[in-house]
């Protein structure tokens, strides 16, 4: 039981962690850019109303969807799972092979720095409050969708909000820290772990929804979540081949 | 035209939300997991196969999302 516990633990602990992790990291390129720009002040607001807007969220939507029957609330985020693991897996497989562009972080904050030097210095408060609150917002959407997935259905919702309040706690002290050298975090990489994670987690939680009796409980998403990173170097490898490129070491 | 009001652009941008968050660029993925979720709750409560439904669900997983890669590797080479 100990160990069906602490699988399930380590699994939500990981896929939220870096979830957050990696939207955290393309939130504050955002609110880097408006506050280099346009000052701090405006770039902190909007993105403190949008941490308070996105806290509203989980306020909201949480302790609703606790009151879900189980059964049914594995089967519907089971497949949103599915769904959205498997498009942050093909676009990290994608990205690996070198069929599309990797996020670049320097590149997103040299737009974002000339998108606001365009606009007239009267405006520049309310546009640069604006464009910190829509980065942090949309960015962190993603993140609430993660936790309140993870979180309510494997009845873990208080640990995976502070999971993912410490990931973000943690990227932004050290976002700060090393201000513009965000484009060094291996974002693909980890974009690729929470994509097998939550995969593994949808793959589990739609056969719980549907009936289904996982041999080992808990202990079978470790054995989910290898298979899927087996099966994920595969197909990178099998596209580096397929374009002729030479197969790198470490993704 | 006038502007739709406040009620009705948070309805559009929540479902405009869910939309990109789930179908986007990928609706084969959208498909593919409504089709898997099908099949295995065919196999695993009608059939009574659990053993089957175990195998088949990461199984189909794994193939939707090779078709998925398969179809973006052709549009992109």
């Known amino acids: 039981m100990a160990?069906?516990?602490?699988?399930?633990?380590?699994?939500?602990?990981?896929?939220?962690f870096l979830a957050c992790a990696v939207e955290m990291v393309e939130a504050l390129t955002i609110v880097l850019a408006v506050g280099h720009?346009?000052?701090?002040?405006?770039?902190?607001?909007?993105?403190?109303?949008?941490?308070?807007?996105?806290?509203?969220?989980?306020?909201?939507?949480?302790?609703?969807?606790?009151?879900?029957?189980?059964?049914?609330?594995?089967?519907?985020?089971?497949?949103?799972?599915?769904?959205?693991g498997m498009q942050w897996l093909r676009k990290a497989i994608l990205r690996a092979s070198g069929l599309?562009?990797?996020?670049?972080?320097?590149?997103?904050?040299?737009?974002?720095?000339?998108?606001?030097?365009?606009?007239?210095?009267?405006?520049r408060d309310r546009v640069a409050l604006v464009m910190a609150f829509k980065g942090v917002f949309l960015e962190g959407l993603e993140v609430v969708v993660t936790v309140l997935t993870l979180g309510t259905s494997s009845h873990r919702?208080?640990?995976?909000?502070?999971?993912?309040?410490?990931?973000?706690?943690?990227?932004?002290l050290v976002g700060?820290?090393?201000?513009?050298?965000?484009?060094?975090?291996?974002?693909?990489?980890?974009k690729m772990a929470v994509g097998v994670l939550l995969v593994s987690y949808g793959t589990f939680w739609t056969g719980e929804g549907l009936g289904v009796r996982w041999p080992g409980s808990d202990v079978i998403l470790l054995a989910l979540a290898g298979l899927y990173l087996v099966v994920t170097w595969a197909f990178v490898g099998w596209l580096r081949q397929r374009s002729g490129r030479i197969p790198e070491v470490a993704a | 035209m006038s502007r739709p009001s406040?009620?009705?652009?948070?309805?559009?941008?929540?479902?405009?939300f869910w939309w990109d968050l789930l179908v986007g660029d990928t609706p084969e993925l959208f498909v593919a997991v409504v089709l898997i979720v099908a099949a295995v709750a065919v196999v695993a409560r009608a059939g009574h196969l659990n053993a089957l439904a175990v195998v088949s669900l990461p199984v189909l997983a794994v193939a939707a999302l090779g078709v998925s890669i398969a179809r973006a590797a052709r549009r992109r080479t």
């Not at chain 1, 160990?3 to 896929?15: I, K």
């Open chain 1, 100 to 123: 599309k562009a990797r996020h670049d972080e320097d590149a997103a904050y040299r737009a974002a720095v000339a998108e606001l030097e365009g606009v007239p210095t009267s405006e």
């Open chain 1, 37 to 84: 720009t346009r000052g701090w002040r405006s770039a902190l607001e909007g993105a403190g109303l949008a941490l308070l807007a996105l806290t509203a969220l989980v306020a909201a939507f949480g302790p609703a969807l606790v009151r879900v029957p189980l059964t049914t609330l594995r089967l519907v985020v089971g497949g949103v799972l599915l769904i959205f």
């Open chain 2, 6 to 16: 406040l009620p009705v652009r948070l309805l559009r941008g929540f479902g405009r």
């Open chain 1, 176 to 190: 700060v820290a090393v201000a513009r050298q965000l484009s060094r975090v291996p974002e693909n990489a980890m």
């Open chain 1, 157 to 172: 919702l208080g640990l995976a909000a502070g999971v993912a309040v410490a990931a973000v706690v943690l990227v932004g």
């Open chain 1, 3 to 16: 160990t069906a516990v602490s699988s399930s633990v380590v699994v939500l602990v990981g896929a939220v």
